[in-house]
């Protein structure tokens, strides 16, 4: 239930709610973001390689400007959001979707993020129901 996520996760259940458009070229959108051209082989469609990407942003440089910085807030924005609340059932990819939010970080705090993460399960729950399905992905705490 939703309640049951805004206690359990302590997120948000009131205000706006999480969506996003599909018209985006996604490799220009990270790039934007990130300020790196990602190859083929990082980037799929709408999702990266978590790996590549905690990797990539480990560690804050000590003479990081501005800009460094705020790349590495939305590399951990982007690592946490799909790491914890939307999880893929292989921890191998993230999906940069989330990012595609508005680009003002003060924004994500006033977002419905329970209604997304409720949303999330059922949808998994509902795909764990195909008889070819023998994982899921969703979140731990919630089931």
Known sequence: MLQDVAVLLGLRVHGPVITSTAQIIWSDFYEELFGIKLSKTILSRSSLRFHWLRDTFHHLPNDADDETMRRHARAFILCFISGHLFADKFDSHVQLLYLSLPHDPDIYGQLSWGNATLVFLYRKLYRA???????????LVLR
């Open 129 to 139: 129901t195909k008889s070819d399905t023998c994982e899921i992905a969703e979140p």
